[in-house]
T-cell receptor, first 113, second 115 residues
Framework: EAQVTQNPRYLITVTGKKLTVTCSQN?????MSWYRQDPGLGLRQIYY???????DKGDVPEGYKVSRKEKRNFPLILESPSPNQTSLYFC????????????FGSGTRLTVV | AQSVTQPDIHITVSEGASLELRCNYS??????LFWYVQSPGQGLQLLLK??????LVQGIKGFEAEFKRSQSSFNLRKPSVHWSDAAEYFC?????????????FGKGTHLIIQP
């Protein structure tokens, strides 16, 4: 089954403790992206990647890092999480730059206390 | 910069009634337009998309949307809603030619279905 898999689904952590949210897609998509969803704000793009070793900032990149060492994986790294990063995170992928048929993962609900 | 406005935060509709969710966009040319649905605890699922051509677009689950250039709108419609349609609906705009812009989402409309 074609899908984007995120882990974990739920995570509670403490301020300052580094964490990684994994994202993997099995569709051989070139584009991958991370969004965060907050009440009243909709979805906002954090980082995106157009291919292996090619990443760039989205609209709200502060406090986040990403890497794209393999085509299928696009982890989101929070080096020093803060409470304002409590949010619902979605990873998404699409085939190429002109195909906007994004496939979304099921989401990761992160709480930073 | 592109932007999307969904004027209705919540909409309540009786089961079996018709539905229209509003979406207005701001973009310099004809954008790519999308509607996504998010069921409780789930990710986003693509309902339909408009790239070019026929301005009335059919999607999954009986939804359709109409692109109106003169009104910068892309409203979502369904003739008869079911209780399972209760969800959050997001309109999104992307830039033709793809690339760095990704998608810009509206803030969402929460659809409540009354029995």
């Amino acid at each position: 089954e074609a899908q984007v898999t995120q882990n974990p689904r739920y995570l509670i952590t403490v301020t300052g403790k580094k964490l990684t949210v994994t994202c993997s897609q099995n569709m051989n998509h070139e584009y991958m992206s991370w969004y965060r969803q907050d009440p009243g704000l909709g979805l906002r793009q954090i980082y995106y990647s157009m291919n292996v070793e090619v990443t760039d900032k989205g609209d709200v990149p502060e406090g986040y890092k990403v890497s794209r060492k393999e085509k299928r994986n696009f982890p989101l790294i929070l080096e020093s999480p803060s409470p304002n990063q409590t949010s619902l995170y979605f990873c998404a992928s699409k085939q190429d730059r002109d195909n906007y048929g994004y496939t979304f993962g099921s989401g990761t609900r992160l709480t930073v206390v | 910069a592109q932007s999307v406005t969904q004027p209705d935060i919540h909409i309540t509709v009786s089961e079996g009634a018709s539905l229209e969710l509003r979406c207005n966009y701001s973009y310099g040319a004809t954008p790519y337009l999308f509607w996504y649905v998010q069921s409780p605890g789930q990710g986003l699922q693509l309902l339909l998309k408009y790239f070019s051509g026929d301005t009335l677009v059919q999607g999954i689950k009986g939804f359709e949307a109409e692109f109106k250039r003169s009104q910068s709108s892309f409203n979502l419609r369904k003739p008869s809603v079911h209780w399972s349609d209760a969800a959050e609906y997001f309109c999104a705009v992307g830039s033709p030619g793809g690339g760095a812009d990704g998608l810009t989402f509206g803030k969402g409309t929460h659809l409540i279905i009354q029995p």
